[in-house]
């Protein structure tokens, strides 16, 4: 089985654009989640979606925001960037609600730089 | 308070040596605790988790994780490291919305 896909790998952004991020899940998986990971912050919780609604969110403002396809693909929407954006965003999938303790499949991540 | 407290961030250790991570959980959130690992330039992979039952869990790679109420820790060993055990740990505990800010682990030959 392919594992979690996420495009693009890097990207290089400006103060005040916005930038949209996607998520590939593995075959079957219906959750997928967000994190951000910095490196004095650790891994922060975005959001998770499954079936197409959100069902956790995370301590973040409304100018992070996700969706979620009918076949679980997922994309994240970062509006008015700021300089602290800045963080790898990790994408993960699972069988289940994470409310399950199911295990979570990481992607590699998307680097994002705000400049 | 944190909900999750990893207390070392950067932790070296000769090869063969015994290894302990340390973790500390908020007792406010649900008792699921999972240990996962970032090789360099991957994603995270999960190590082991601890749902219910028995306090020690083993895990892959020769790891495994003792849950003590009492302490609301959940700290990670290993009886003897490789030079590929090099990688950043991290904590997870409650539905796995809350992470410690992950441990270096650096295996010196």
């Known amino acids: 089985k392919a594992g979690v896909t996420q495009t693009p790998r890097y990207l290089i952004k400006t103060r005040g654009q916005q930038v949209t991020l996607s998520c590939s899940p593995i075959?079957?998986?219906?959750?997928v989640s967000w994190y951000q990971q910095t490196p004095g912050q650790g891994l922060q919780f975005l959001f998770e979606y499954f079936s197409e609604t959100q069902r956790n969110k995370g301590n973040f403002p409304g100018r992070f925001s996700g969706r979620q396809f009918s076949n679980s693909r997922s994309e994240m929407n970062v509006s008015t960037l700021e300089l602290g954006d800045s963080a790898l965003y990790l994408c993960?999938?699972?069988?289940?609600?994470?409310?399950?303790?199911?295990?979570?499949?990481f992607g590699p991540g998307t680097r994002l730089t705000v400049t | 308070a944190q909900s999750v407290t990893q207390l070392d961030s950067q932790v070296p250790v000769f090869e063969e040596a015994p290894v302990e991570l340390r973790c500390n959980y908020s007792?406010?959130?649900?008792?699921?605790l999972f240990w996962y690992v970032q090789y360099p330039n991957q994603g995270l992979q999960l190590l082991l988790k601890?749902?219910?039952?028995?306090?020690l869990v083993k895990g892959i790679n020769g790891f495994e994780a003792e849950f003590n109420k009492s302490q609301t820790s959940f700290h990670l060993r290993k009886p003897s490291v490789h030079i590929s055990d090099t990688a950043e740990y991290f904590c997870?505990?409650?539905?796995?919305?809350?992470f410690g800010t992950g441990t270096s682990l650096t295996v010196i030959p």
């Open positions: 997870a505990a409650g539905n796995q919305f809350y």
């Open positions: 075959s079957g998986h219906r959750s």
């Open positions: 601890y749902l219910s039952g028995s306090t």
């Open positions: 993960a999938s699972s069988l289940g609600l994470l409310a399950g303790a199911h295990e979570q499949y």
């Open positions: 007792s406010s959130v649900s008792v699921y």
